[in-house]
C-alpha cells in the first residue's frame, strides 16, 4: 500500500547499496521569470571549475550517500529536439555527475518498446519506491512511497531496461 513520505532525504539516507532515478518529462514546472531557469536562459552557464558556485543542498546529499557506497544512477528519456527545459538541464548535469551519480540520456524514440511506469520514481535499494507525482502543469504533486515488491520489480526492470539502452552523459549530444 502506497504512503506518504515524511521526507525524501529519509530515503536516500537509509539507501545501503543504491538509489535509481527514472526522468520521463520533458519539461517541470519552473519559473520563466526567476530563479535557476530563468538565470540559464539569460547566459549563466555553471563553471565546473568553480565548485562553490553551484553547489547545493542536493549535491551535497549525493555526495554524502555515494561515500557511503551507494551508486546513485539517474536515467532521462527525452524527446528530440529536445525541449528548452531539458537543454537546460543537460547544462548542468556535470555537477550531478562532480558529485558522484551516474547520469544517461535516452531519446524517446528508443523507448517506445519499453515497459515504463505511468510516473517518474526513484528506486531504493530495489525495495522501496519513491513516485514523483506531478500535476499537468509540471508543478509537484507531491511524492509516495510504496514497499510493494510488484512495484519495485517494475521499477527496477524498467530502469534497466532504459540505462541499458541510454547514452552515458558525456556522450549525449543535444539535437
Not at 135 to 160: D, I, Q, R
Request: charged share 25%; proline share 5%.
Amino acid at each position: 500500500m502506497p504512503s506518504t513520505p515524511t521526507a525524501f532525504a529519509d530515503l536516500l539516507a537509509d539507501a545501503t547499496r543504491s538509489a535509481v532515478h527514472l526522468e520521463m518529462r520533458d519539461t517541470y514546472a519552473v519559473d520563466y521569470e526567476s530563479g535557476p531557469f530563468a538565470d540559464w536562459r539569460a547566459g549563466f552557464r555553471y563553471d565546473p571549475d568553480d565548485r562553490a558556485s553551484w553547489s547545493r543542498d542536493w549535491l551535497g546529499l549525493v555526495a554524502e550517500s555515494t561515500a557511503r557506497g551507494v551508486v546513485i544512477r539517474r536515467a532521462r528519456i527525452v524527446s528530440e529536439p529536445v525541449s528548452e527545459y531539458t537543454h537546460f538541464l543537460h547544462s548542468f548535469t556535470i555537477t550531478n555527475i562532480v558529485a558522484g551519480e551516474h547520469v544517461r540520456w535516452l531519446p524517446r524514440r528508443q523507448a517506445s518498446e519499453l515497459c515504463l511506469p505511468g510516473n517518474d520514481f526513484w528506486l531504493f535499494d530495489n525495495q522501496t519506491v519513491y513516485w514523483n507525482h506531478f500535476t499537468g502543469a509540471g508543478a509537484s504533486a507531491g511524492g509516495e512511497v510504496s514497499n510493494a515488491p510488484s512495484a519495485a520489480k517494475l521499477c527496477s526492470e524498467a530502469f534497466e531496461a532504459v540505462w541499458d539502452r541510454a547514452t552515458p552523459h558525456d556522450q549525449y549530444k543535444i539535437r
